[in-house]
C-alpha cells in the first residue's frame, strides 16, 4: 500500500479519539503482570523450552546515563562513576550464568539489543567485555539482527566503527530536535554534526539499518523550529524514523518536574505538529509502518509489512517471527513461551536477589489460550491494519464473529466515524485509522473491557494517542 496518497491525519478524528491507550508492546500489558511472581516462574520456563534450533533474541538493560533529559519516562541511573557500570556487568553476568543453568533447547542467537538509559555510556573496555560474557555463551548467527541503542553525544566515529567490529549491525539514535532552544529546555544539548559524523560513520562502518528517534510536543517546539529538524533528519537519509508523542506525566516520572507547563506546546499546536511532521515524513517517501515509525520503502520493515510478515515486541516492529526472548539488566522484561517475567526495577533489588542466589524476577504472567489469541489478533492488526477472520478460525478453531462478538459490537462506533470496516470476511483499518490503530487493538483487550465493567477506568496509566 502506497500511503504518500493516503490522508493519514485526519485532525478531526484525532481530536475526539485522542484517548490514552496502551502502546502494545506486549499482551497483556507489562502493568497486568503479577508482583512477586517468583523466580521459578522464570526458570520453569526457561526449562520448558522445546529442544528444538529455534534461536534466541537477548535483550540487556544497561541503565546509566551521565546526564538526565527532562522529558525522560525511562528506567535510568544518573551518574558518571564507572564504577557503578564494571559493578553492573559483574551482576549482568551473573544473572546471564543463573539463566543459563536452567535453559533448555538451543543457544543460538538471532537477535541481540542492548537498551538503556543509555547502552554508549558504557567505556569501550566495558561494552567490549559485556560483548565477551555474551558471545562466550551464546552462538551467534551471522545473519542475526544485532542492535544497540546510542546516544550521539557519547559516540565519536571511531566508537560507532568498534561497535561495527563488536558485531552490531542496527542502531538506533536519539535525535528529539535538533532546535537549540528545545534542546535547553529539555537538558540535552545535541549538534547536528555530532549527530550527521557518527550516523555517517556508522553506514561507512557497515550499519544495515539505522534508525532515529524524533519527539514531537516537547517544551518551545514551534512548527517552525521543528520542520528544520525534520529538514535536518531528512538530509541524513536514516532508514527508519520514530516519531514519538511527548507524554507529560511528571506525577509519574521525576525529571519531567524540571519542565515548565507554560512551555509545552498547546494541545491544539501539538496536532498540528505532529500533522505538519507525517506530511513532511510521507512526502519524502517514507512508508508509515505503525504508530509511530516510519521506514523507507527498501527498509526491511517495509518489505516485511508488505509481505505480512511484520511482528511486534518489546522494542516495536521487528522482521523476526516470535523468539523466545532472555532479557538481563534491571527493569528487563524476558519471554519465553506462555512466560512474561520482569526484572526489579532499582540496582539495589536486583543486586540483592542475586546475592541471594535467585534470580531477580519481581513481576510476572503466564498467558492462557484467550490471552495468546487476543495477543495474535492486536498483534495481526497493529502491524498489518487487516485481519481476516478465516484464518484465525482455523488456527485457533474458533469462530471469531461469536468469540469476539462484543468487541465488535463496541467497534461500530469508530466504523461509524470511518476508522475501520468490518465485513464478513475480517477486519480494514482505512487509512485514517491507521494512525489510531491502538484505539481499535483496545476493542480486544480483555483486561481494558474488565475495568470498565468494574467502573474503576484504569486507563489514566497510558499514554495518549497525541
Ligand atoms: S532520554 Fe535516554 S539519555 Fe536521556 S536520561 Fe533518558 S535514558 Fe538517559
Sequence with gaps: MNNSTLALVDRDLCRRFDISGPRYTSYPTADRFAANPGAQLLVDALQDRPAS???????????????????????????????????????????IDMQLQSLSGSRSVAQLHWGGGTPTFLSDDEMRRLMQILRSRFDFLPEGEYSIEIDPRSVDPQRAHLLADMGFNRMSLGIQDFDPLVQKAVNRIQTFEQTRDVLLAARDAGFKSISVDLIYGLPKQTLEGFRTTLEKTLSLSPDRIALYSYAHLPQIFMPQRRINDDELPKAEDKLSLMAMAIETLVEAGYVFIGMDHFARPDDELSLAQQAGKLHRNFQGYSTHAELDLLAFGVSAIAKVGPVYAQNAKTLDEYYGDLDAGHLPVRRGYQMNDDDALRRAVIQELMCHFELDFAPVNQEWSIDFEDYFKSALEELQLLVAAGLLTIDGQGIRVQPKGRLLVRIIA????????????NVSGGRSRYSRVI
Design 53 to 95: 534450533d529455534q534461536p534466541l533474541s537477548l535483550y540487556v538493560h544497561l541503565p546509566f546515563c551521565s546526564t538526565v533529559c527532562y522529558y525522560c519516562g525511562c528506567n535510568k541511573v544518573i551518574t558518571k562513576d564507572h564504577q557503578k557500570s564494571s559493578r553492573y556487568l559483574d551482576y549482568l553476568e551473573r544473572e
Design 442 to 453: 483496545m476493542a480486544f483487550d480483555h483486561y481494558l473491557q474488565r475495568d470498565r465493567q
